[in-house]
Structures are given as structure tokens and as C-alpha cells.
């Protein structure tokens, strides 16, 4: 069974742009949730999807968005990049809320 | 609030020797608990999980985890480490509320 995959690995962007990560989780999950990771404040929850409904979000800005298609396949946004944006993201899919975690290995985002 | 504890930020012991990671945790309804390990440039794997039932939980890679509800404390221990187990660990708590909350992380040194 493939894991859980996130596409690109590695983005260099400019203060100001935006940018989409994108992953697939595996198949049959349909909980996927989104974490950013940085050296200083560690794993930081964004925001979980169910069957295409956000049914829970961490204390990000509106800038940061997401969003699940009916494959289960979920996209997360982040508008207006700043410097501080620069970490490694990180999604996960499982079966149940009560069901452990599976990883993808990240997209690091660099934000210059 | 759920929240997650890890005492010490970076472990370090000698091959051979035993492992002791700490982590204390809060939460308002019984937890469901877990604990991580990431390797670099990777995302996290599940080392093992308690949800309910054994308090005495065995994971993969010859580790093992204590549920103590008295305590609120779910200790990860190994007890000869190899130096394949240098990474960084992580405990965390599922609120059943569709959110997986971590602890700081724990950075284990296995000396030769």
C-alpha cells in the first residue's frame, strides 16, 4: 500500500507570493490534517478534513487555507507568504480520529 | 485543553544503555496516546499507541510505553539502545476532537 504522499519536497518562494502543497493520503483515510514544523515551535496543528469537511483548525491566520476533493486528496494554501512561513509541512492521513497518524515526509517551504 | 510535556529537549546515552524519554500529558476526557519518531528529512512514524485496555503498550524497534493515569504519564523506554535509534521522538495526545496535539520532541544521542 503507498504512503502517504506530498508533492513538491523542497519550494523556495518570495515574501508576498502564495503557494499550494498538495497530498494524497492513502488509500481508504479519509482524515487528513495538515502540521507545520519549525525549529522553534515544533509541530504546530493546521487543520483537519474529513469527506471534504474542515472539522477542525489550529490558531493560524486566515492566510493559511486548505481544502479535501472527494478522492480524499487535500491541498493546503498559504497566501501573502512572510519570512516566518519558512518550515517543513507536513500532512498525515488516517482512518479514525482515534487512529494513529501516518506522514508524508513534507514539503520544506523557504520563504525568502 | 489537551496539552503533551516532554522533559528534556535532547537525551543522551551510550549503546547498550537504557532509554528513558519522558512525557506527561493533560486532557479532559480519556486520552488516546502516542508516540512518534522522526528521522531527518522524513515525517513521523508511529513507535506505538495506547487507546485502551494493556497500559503496558509494546511497539516496534523493541520500545515500550507506560500508561500511568495517576500520574498522567506515558514514559517511552528501551531497554539496551543501538545507535540506529539516534532521531527525534515525540509524544502526543488525541483529543477526539479531530486533533492530535505533540510535545516539543525529545532529541536522542546514542554514543558509541
Known amino acids: 500500500k503507498a504512503g502517504v504522499t506530498q508533492t513538491p519536497r523542497y519550494l523556495i518562494k518570495t515574501r508576498g507570493q502564495q503557494v499550494t502543497l498538495s497530498c494524497s493520503p492513502i488509500?481508504?483515510?479519509?482524515?487528513v490534517s495538515w502540521y507545520q514544523q519549525t525549529p522553534g515551535q515544533g509541530l504546530q496543528f493546521l487543520f483537519e478534513?474529513?469527506?471534504?469537511?474542515?472539522?477542525n483548525k489550529g490558531n493560524f491566520p486566515g492566510r493559511f487555507s486548505g481544502r479535501q476533493f472527494s478522492n480524499s486528496r487535500s491541498e493546503m494554501n498559504v497566501s501573502t507568504l512572510e519570512l516566518g512561513d519558512s518550515a517543513l509541512y507536513l500532512c498525515a492521513s488516517s482512518l479514525a480520529s482515534e487512529s494513529p497518524l501516518h506522514f508524508g515526509n513534507g514539503t520544506r517551504l523557504t520563504v525568502t | 485543553a489537551q496539552s503533551v510535556t516532554q522533559l528534556g529537549s535532547h537525551v543522551s546515552v551510550s549503546e547498550g544503555a537504557l532509554v528513558l524519554l519522558r512525557c506527561n500529558y493533560s486532557?479532559?476526557?480519556?486520552?488516546?496516546l502516542f508516540w512518534y519518531v522522526q528521522y531527518p528529512n522524513q515525517g513521523l512514524q508511529l513507535l506505538l499507541k495506547?487507546?485502551?485496555?494493556?497500559?503496558l503498550v509494546k511497539g516496534i524497534n523493541g520500545f515500550e510505553a507506560e500508561f500511568k493515569k495517576s500520574e498522567t504519564s506515558f514514559h517511552l523506554t528501551k531497554p539496551s539502545a543501538h545507535m540506529s535509534d539516534a532521531a527525534e521522538y515525540f509524544c502526543a495526545v488525541s483529543d477526539r476532537g479531530f486533533k492530535t496535539i505533540f510535545g516539543a520532541g525529545t532529541r536522542l544521542f546514542v554514543k558509541a
Open positions: 495506547y487507546t485502551t485496555g494493556a497500559t
Open positions: 478534513y474529513f469527506s471534504e469537511t474542515q472539522r
Open positions: 488509500s481508504g483515510h479519509r482524515s
Open positions: 486532557s479532559s476526557v480519556p486520552p488516546y
